[in-house]
Every structure is written in structure tokens, then in C-alpha cells.
């Protein structure tokens, strides 16, 4: 990991599920050592599926039972020489553990703590118990996307690592905050918070017009035409987004309607608004006689946006994934050869990220226990027996 970012900064990684082990990632693959810590007395609930092999890659993990005293103190003293904890429980079950803020700073000053949940530590709503594809509803995103007159939409699971990178991002600023002040600090991190601070359109027409912003599907509601439209094949699509009136022209063109570039009435965005299923008919009769990329290759060859709408099978064996090095090889706990994601950026000049398969709890408890904090074989062997270290 020489000569990573992060090198010589250890994270001690109590979150679980989505949105913390997605912060904590990116710290682990910029240098950071991450010991992230579990116990079989309730593990973490994302081991049982594919996406704990992807968010706690590059990971140490160490297993430990804090509800026992001794298993307390052993989390403590990872504290004591940690410099950035991070946990994502609902608000108060941390504190009920033993390991609220107020007792980390006792045993390490300078520790920074981010307690990330679903609103907040603070507020009428700050006990509920939430996940992210909740929020997504809680916060207003799930009624502003989807389609008109249908019910709010339920699907995916963007919110976790959306909050995570933001995590992650915020960790990086308070490293930078105690290298300058010496200080650590607790950071209080809401979920809600930064879903709602990413629809600022949706908020402020409100504000502004006293109306509630309504879904438009594909349509967007300054531009058009803007949407997916039918291609060759099966479930074949390209997504096309006119922004300027020299692209509708351009788009005009390519699909052999000179004309409707002419037509006064569409002269211009309002006007393509008002005629916006017209428009799409005529796109789709040509885009149905194309398979998606190549309609895709055409327009962006004549200056329209434009990609095609690929199922998973089709990203994974992207070209532009593959060749720009996004996907390595590891094995993983399974005992098979996986190809897993990496970052989505590049340092200039300097060491790639430093990637691993996911961890399996307790993996590395000798080095955890025994060389970090050096505990003695017998020791550990005795609380390994108590379900202390379990």
C-alpha cells in the first residue's frame, strides 16, 4: 500500500450493511487500515448475500462479542489506537453498548467518531429505525422520480452508497480537520439529510410556487425530446437527451426528419414540450430499426446524447469497464474466482488502489489481537472459549 493517500490512518470499522462498510471501502482502497469488527453473536446481515463481497473489500476483520465486559474493553483498546471510528446503528444503540463518544475520547482524545443514521442523532424522528430504500421514500425522492398518477416507486438501493461516498468524503475532511488542529471531533451524519440535499429543484419549486413537483418518468421538464426508446431486439433501448436546439437539428437529421426541424412549432424547447409524443413517434420509428448501440454510436457521432439502456450482463462485460481496469479478479470466501468493482478513479502518477477480497469474521484476529494489541496465544485461545473474541 506504499505511497496510498490514506497510508498510516486506521480505521476501526463498527458499521454494518450498506452505507458505512461503503464508506469505509473507500477508505480501505485509498490506504486506510480498516479493521472492521463483528460478532457471530449477531453478525453483520449483509454477509448472507453477494453485496458484503463488494462493500467490505480490502478489510480487516476482527470478531469480538462487546456485549460481554471483556469484549468492551478489547473494542476500547482498538480505539485507543485507532484514529477514525465509524458506526451507522440506529441513534442510541452505540451509547448502550458502551462505546458512545463520550468513551472513546476517554480512551483515546483525539479519536474521530462519525455516527451515521437514518435522521440524525437529534429531532422527533431520530429514533426510528431506517434503511435506505425507506429514506428514499421518507424524504420525498421516491414521489418526485417514477412516472405520473402511479403509486411512488420502491426500487433500489442507491440511497446506501450514495450516503456512503458522502461518509467517506466527510471522514477525509475531519483526518484533514485533526492534522491541522490536532483535534478530533464526533461528526453526526443523517441519512435524510443527504438524500433531501439532492433534490434542491424539487425543494425550492415548492417553496416558490406553493406546488408539489410532479414525476415526469423519461420526460424531463425543460428539455425534450429526452427519454428511452425502443431499439431492435428484445428490451433493447437508447436513452436520448436534447439539450439545445442545434442538437435537434442534428437529431432531425439522423433520423430522417429534416423537416420537423423547420416546423415552427418545434422550433424551439417549449414547443418540443408541447409536442413531446409526436416527436417520440417519429424517433422511435427510426431507433426500432436499430440495435441500441449502434443508435447510440450514430447520434453521438452527429452531437446528440445518447447511450444505450444495458441490463447487468451487458455493463459487466462492458468494453469500457473492462479495458479502464474497473473490475479485478480475487477469490473469494466462497472458494471461486470473482471479478469485483473497484474505484472509479485514477491517481495520476501514483499506486492503484489497494484491493482485496472481503474478509470472512474472525480472519484476522491473530493479527488484530496477538501483533496489534499483543495479547498472548494462551489469552486469546481462553477468551476464544468464552465467546469474548466469537
Given at each position: 500500500m506504499s505511497g496510498l493517500p490514506l497510508e498510516g490512518v486506521r480505521v476501526l470499522d463498527l458499521s454494518w450493511i450498506i452505507a458505512g462498510p461503503t464508506a469505509t471501502r473507500f477508505l480501505a482502497m485509498m490506504g486506510a487500515e480498516v479493521i472492521k469488527v463483528g460478532s457471530g453473536r449477531r453478525p453483520d446481515p449483509s454477509t448472507r448475500g453477494a453485496a458484503f463481497q463488494a462493500y467490505n473489500q480490502s478489510k480487516l476483520y476482527a470478531s469480538v462479542n462487546v456485549t460481554k465486559p471483556e469484549g468492551l474493553e478489547l473494542a476500547k483498546a482498538l480505539v485507543a489506537v485507532s484514529d477514525l471510528a465509524i458506526e451507522n446503528f440506529?441513534?442510541?444503540?452505540?451509547?448502550?453498548?458502551?462505546?458512545?463518544?463520550?468513551?472513546?475520547?476517554?480512551?483515546?482524545?483525539?479519536?474521530?467518531?462519525?455516527?451515521?443514521?437514518?435522521?440524525?442523532?437529534?429531532?422527533?424522528?431520530?429514533?426510528?429505525?431506517?434503511?435506505?430504500?425507506?429514506?428514499?421514500?421518507?424524504?420525498?425522492?421516491?414521489t418526485v422520480s417514477g412516472y405520473p398518477e402511479r403509486e411512488p416507486i420502491r426500487g433500489g438501493l442507491w440511497a446506501d452508497p450514495w450516503v456512503g461516498m458522502e461518509l467517506a468524503m466527510t471522514a477525509i475532511a475531519a483526518l484533514n480537520c485533526r492534522a491541522?488542529?490536532?483535534?478530533?471531533?464526533?461528526?453526526?451524519?443523517?441519512?435524510?439529510?443527504?438524500?433531501?440535499?439532492?433534490?434542491?429543484?424539487?425543494l425550492l419549486h415548492f417553496q416558490m410556487n406553493g406546488t408539489l413537483k410532479e414525476p415526469l418518468g423519461n420526460r424531463d421538464d425543460r428539455d425534450a425530446p429526452f427519454g428511452a426508446y425502443h431499439c431492435a431486439g428484445d428490451d433493447k433501448w437508447v436513452a436520448i437527451a436534447v439539450t439545445d436546439d442545434g442538437e435537434w437539428k442534428s437529431l432531425c437529421e439522423v433520423i430522417g426528419k429534416p423537416e420537423m426541424a423547420e416546423d415552427p412549432r418545434l422550433a424551439d424547447a417549449a414547443g418540443r414540450l408541447n409536442h413531446h409524443d409526436e416527436i417520440d413517434a417519429a424517433i422511435d420509428e427510426w431507433t426500432l430499426t436499430h440495435e441500441d448501440h449502434e443508435a447510440a454510436r450514430i447520434l453521438q457521432e452527429a452531437g446528440v446524447t445518447a447511450g444505450p439502456s444495458l441490463d447487468v450482463s451487458r455493463v459487466f462485460n462492458d468494453p469500457q469497464l473492462r479495458e479502464g481496469g474497473y473490475f479485478s479478479t480475487h477469490r473469494t470466501s466462497d472458494g471461486e474466482m470473482r471479478d469485483l468493482p473497484g474505484v472509479p478513479w485514477r491517481f495520476e502518477g501514483q499506486p492503484d488502489p489497494y484491493i482485496t477480497a472481503a474478509p470472512v469474521l474472525g480472519q484476522h484476529n491473530d493479527y488484530v489481537y496477538g501483533e496489534l494489541l499483543g495479547m498472548p496465544k494462551a489469552e486469546m485461545a481462553a477468551l476464544e472459549e468464552q465467546q469474548i473474541i466469537h
Open positions: 440506529a441513534a442510541g444503540v452505540i451509547e448502550r453498548l458502551g462505546l458512545g463518544y463520550d468513551a472513546m475520547s476517554e480512551v483515546n482524545p483525539d479519536i474521530i467518531m462519525i455516527s451515521s443514521s437514518g435522521t440524525g442523532h437529534s429531532g422527533p424522528d431520530k429514533d426510528y429505525v431506517a434503511y435506505g430504500s425507506l429514506l428514499q421514500h421518507y424524504t420525498g425522492w421516491n491541522a488542529t490536532g483535534q478530533g471531533q464526533y461528526v453526526d451524519f443523517s441519512m435524510a439529510e443527504a438524500l433531501s440535499a439532492s433534490i434542491p429543484e424539487a
